[in-house]
Structures are given as C-alpha cells and as structure tokens.
C-alpha cells in the first residue's frame, strides 16, 4: 500500500473510535454487533477483534460460516467510514501480549474488557473500502498478501 493510501486508511481507522459493526450470517439468518477492533501495525491487512464469551452466539456462528462483512463506527462530521464484504474472521493462535500494543490508544476496550480471558479473533480483508459523506472520495484498497 502506498505512504499516501496508508495516511488516509489510518485516518480513517482513527476516526473510528476503534469500534466496528461485525454482520455474520448463519442459515440466512443475519446478525451484527458492535465489537472494538485494532489494526496490526505489521500487516494492516489484519484487524483484531475478542470475543466478550467463548460462548457467544458469534462464537458459534463464526464455526459455521468464517466470511462476514464489517463497517466501522461513523464519524458524523465527515461520514468516513470503512466498509467489507471481503472479509473473513477466524480464531487467532496469538496471545493477549502480542496483541496488546495495538489496543493501547483504546481506554474504551480497555475500561470494559479482560481480553487475557476473551476469545481474539483475527479479520483478514482481501480489500476494504474507505467512504465520506462524499462519493468522489471513495477509496478502495486491495491488499496483496
């Protein structure tokens, strides 16, 4: 990703608040939630999210259908926004101390949750799609891994 795209993606993601709504599908039958994301820093590619209960129901539908579509929290002035269908999520072999440096700038997550005992889950964009208020400045990125 060029060092201009990367500025505007991580403006983007800053204007975010950190928080994503998550769409699963499970037997056609949609479901979304608000769940507090962070971008790894070595592979923007990849966004982290955890799981309040190992035993969600988002748990659950994850093991049934991995493919979900995601848009992040709107910043109203602007209307930015990030947007994907071409998303999967997936349990993550990581730990809460390779992950917890990305998660730093939250309080909000911090303050409300105990991830050492949560469920991390890892979403891997094929592209994703960056928006205003604005269609001219809508942005696409593929990523190549």
């Known amino acids: 990703?060029?060092?201009?795209?990367?500025?505007?993606?991580?403006?983007?993601?800053?204007?975010?608040?950190?928080?994503?709504?998550?769409?699963?599908?499970?037997?056609?039958?949609?479901?979304?939630?608000?769940v507090a994301f962070a971008v790894d820093a070595n592979d923007e590619s990849v966004w982290y999210v955890f799981s309040m209960d190992p035993h969600a129901p988002k748990t659950e539908e994850l093991a049934q259908n991995e493919h979900v579509a995601v848009v992040t929290s709107v910043d109203m002035k602007s209307g930015m926004r990030i947007n994907s269908n071409q998303v999967t999520m997936v349990p993550s072999q990581k730990t809460w101390d390779d992950v917890q440096p990305f998660f730093a700038d939250n309080q909000g997550f911090l303050n409300a949750h105990h991830p050492e005992q949560e469920k991390l889950y890892e979403l891997h964009f094929d592209s994703l799609v960056l928006e205003t208020y604005n269609p001219a400045d809508r942005q696409e990125i593929t990523f190549h891994n």
């Open 1 to 34: 990703m060029g060092e201009l795209m990367m500025a505007s993606y991580q403006k983007f993601v800053d204007a975010s608040n950190g928080l994503v709504y998550l769409a699963t599908a499970v037997k056609q039958k949609p479901s979304v939630r608000l």
